[in-house]
């Protein structure tokens, strides 16, 4: 047996006569020893159940402490209480459980759980997905790759990475929208400048449908970063996905854009192929059976 395994058999012998108590965090409950807590003493769980602030605790009933808090993301701070590490993952992918890094976030610094943001390197390890450390880790970490710098976070490829599939998202809402009014033909442009974006917008409000606006107007100079970066693969995504339009985007050089200067920009034209033929319609609605010939 390992000397690791002897010291934590030692440790619940110890703690089987410590009372447990419950935290109810967000309508689930977590039950520990208060001395899960008190080892790491800076932290506010930490604090809250020190024998000499036992006195000022207010518990709901017994020995149950409520937290208006996210009781999903509270398990990660749990693991930390019991481990000393954050295991951060996103493999709980279900309805109930997945929570974002945000929401971790946000958990670790209301409980103030000492941690830094990582720079990851050749050795991430992907089961383990973790972007923030213990301040004592991250301070060992940085010491190891002195000589090596690290790559740009994960987390920051993650974040942009949402951005594109959002961007995605919303072109996808407005070719279902358009094919929803029997439109035939769609047309946007981005710009690098926002004086160019919102030129742009203004020009053509009321040219363009309100769904155009209200779902790619947020991503004038956004859009036009995605493009740079993304375009032939987001081509490449539409032909494949949906065979009922064509896809194209376009890289313009040089050209005269809506603030009167010359300049680049990008516009995505997306054309419909089918022509709303009657009967290809109607077997998709109510008036099936109610054919007029």
Same mark, same amino acid.
């Given at each position: 047996?390992?000397?690791?395994?002897?010291?934590?058999?030692?440790?619940?012998?110890?703690?089987?006569?410590?009372?447990?108590?419950?935290? /109810?965090?967000?309508?689930?409950?977590?039950?520990?020893?208060?001395?899960?807590?008190?080892?790491?003493?800076?932290?506010? +769980?930490?604090?809250?159940?020190?024998?000499?602030?036992? @006195?000022?605790?207010?518990?709901? =009933?017994? /020995?149950?402490?409520? *937290?208006?808090?996210?009781?999903?993301?509270?398990?990660?701070?749990?693991?930390?209480?019991?481990?000393?590490? +954050?295991?951060?993952?996103?493999?709980?992918?279900?309805?109930?459980?997945?929570?974002?890094?945000?929401?971790?976030?946000?958990?670790?610094?209301?409980?103030?759980?000492?941690?830094?943001?990582?720079?990851? /390197?050749?050795?991430?390890?992907?089961?383990?997905?973790?972007?923030?450390?213990?301040?004592?880790?991250?301070?060992?970490?940085?010491?190891?790759?002195?000589?090596?710098?690290?790559?740009?976070?994960?987390?920051?490829?993650?974040?942009?990475?949402?951005?594109?599939?959002? *961007?995605?998202?919303? +072109?996808?809402?407005?070719?279902?929208?358009?094919?929803?009014? &029997?439109?035939?033909?769609?047309?946007?442009?981005? &710009?690098?400048?926002?004086?160019?974006?919102?030129?742009?917008?203004?020009?053509?409000?009321? @040219?363009?449908?309100?769904?155009?606006?209200?779902?790619?107007?947020?991503?004038?100079?956004?859009?036009?970063?995605?493009?740079?970066?993304?375009?032939?693969?987001?081509?490449?995504?539409?032909?494949?996905?949906?065979?009922?339009?064509?896809?194209?985007?376009?890289?313009?050089?040089?050209? +005269?854009?809506?603030?009167?200067?010359?300049?680049?920009?990008?516009?995505?034209?997306?054309?419909?192929?089918?022509?709303?033929?009657?009967?290809?319609?109607?077997?998709? =609605?109510?008036?099936?059976?109610?054919?007029?010939?």
């Amino acid at each position: 047996m390992s000397s690791r395994n002897n010291i934590d058999i030692s440790e619940n012998l110890k703690r089987s006569n410590e009372l447990t108590i419950i935290l /109810n965090v967000g309508g689930i409950k977590y039950e520990t020893y208060a001395s899960t807590f008190t080892r790491y003493p800076d932290t506010l +769980l930490g604090t809250m159940f020190q024998e000499k602030n036992r @006195a000022t605790l207010h518990p709901q =009933t017994g /020995n149950i402490y409520f *937290f208006d808090r996210n009781g999903y993301a509270f398990r990660y701070i749990m693991e930390f209480y019991r481990t000393g590490k +954050l295991l951060l993952s996103e493999r709980d992918k279900d309805k109930v459980t997945f929570v974002t890094l945000d929401e971790i976030k946000k958990e670790i610094e209301y409980f103030h759980i000492p941690v830094t943001e990582g720079d990851d /390197n050749d050795e991430y390890d992907d089961d383990d997905d973790d972007d923030l450390m213990l301040d004592s880790q991250s301070s060992d970490r940085k010491k190891k790759n002195h000589n090596n710098p690290a790559p740009a976070s994960v987390l920051i490829h993650k974040h942009a990475g949402a951005k594109v599939d959002q *961007f995605i998202n919303a +072109l996808e809402k407005i070719i279902y929208e358009a094919m929803g009014c &029997f439109e035939e033909r769609i047309e946007l442009k981005f &710009f690098p400048k926002i004086t160019d974006v919102e030129a742009y917008w203004k020009e053509n409000e009321s @040219a363009l449908k309100d769904y155009y606006m209200s779902n790619m107007k947020p991503y004038g100079v956004i859009g036009y970063c995605i493009l740079d970066k993304f375009s032939k693969e987001i081509q490449l995504y539409f032909e494949s996905t949906m065979q009922s339009i064509t896809f194209q985007t376009i890289q313009v050089i040089d050209e +005269l854009t809506p603030t009167g200067n010359y300049g680049n920009y990008y516009k995505i034209s997306i054309n419909i192929k089918d022509r709303y033929d009657k009967e290809d319609i109607i077997i998709h =609605t109510r008036l099936a059976n109610y054919r007029v010939s």
